[in-house]
């Protein structure tokens, strides 16, 4: 388990975070999501020892994480990994064979062969995708108990993402592995996760369950036979409305089987309802804390 308490941060003076606290259970999926300089980033980095705690704690199986065999047990994938000109995909397997005996190279071979990766060309000359490949590929060989992942689906192809979000369910299933990713693809988080912590005004102001979260909320289209006002929508819990003459699309707070009712008793000549998600769900929030004009 990972625990962070009270956790403050700044650079150079500048705040990022203040007061987080956060817990990863074992074998949790949690996607972390915040708007740009929400400060995700500086989290994980702080979680995987990149940047010094300066005030508040982080525990990694009770041991605190300036301590190195805490972080034994953690592998972190941030959005562009540093590599030389002279990198190869056969010299960063040796490199983290160092700080991880354990790795296994057959692993590492599988998913190489998978995308079509050779180990002996210069990740110079690899794209983004297939460097993150590359590095999704050390990451599993290392099966790690705690998988940190910044923005992992980052320059990948949809047939990569499904092999590397296939794979990380099954190690999550045999080995029991924690993962903390951040995606700006929350769609893919909602697919992949089970929890999710929202990172906002450099805390954390909101996290639980992605599919608990997501059943808060319903939406509805409609069509009427003329054109209406939005305040016919007034007495009902509006989390979002969008108008094009006669049709409108409502997202509202609250069971659907509750509020279909109260819609029908608008009168519309039609009313359908549609799926909801957890990337409307984080624009509403977004939205209501005023960061969308």
Known sequence: MIEIKHLCHDIGGKIILKNVNLT???GSVMGLVGINGAGKTTLLRLISGVFAVKQ?????????????EARKSLFFLPDDPYYTIYTTGESLYKMYKV?????????????MQEFSLDPKKPIRNFSKGMRRQLYISLAMAVKPKYLLLDEAF?????????AFKKALNEFVEEYGTSVLISSHSLRELEDFCDSYVL????????????????????????????????????????ASLEQNGKFVRVVL????????????ALNPAVIEEMCMDFEEIFIHDVEKRGYVK
Request: proline share 4%; hydrophobic share 40%; net charge negative.
């Open 24 to 26: 990863l259970q074992e």
């Open 199 to 238: 990172i906002d005004n450099q805390t954390v102001s909101d996290s639980g369950d992605i599919a608990e979260k997501v059943s808060r909320f319903c939406k509805f289209q409609l069509a009427f036979r003329e054109e209406v006002s939005k305040e016919l929508f007034a007495d009902l819990p509006v």
């Open 56 to 68: 508040g704690e982080i525990f990694i199986d009770g041991v605190s994480v300036d301590r190195e």
């Open 253 to 264: 707070e609250g069971s659907a089987s509750d509020l279909l009712p109260k819609l029908e």
């Open 154 to 162: 980052d320059g990948l192809d949809p047939l990569s993402r499904l």
């Open 99 to 111: 700080f991880y005996p354990a790795i296994d190279r057959a692993v590492f071979d599988r998913f």
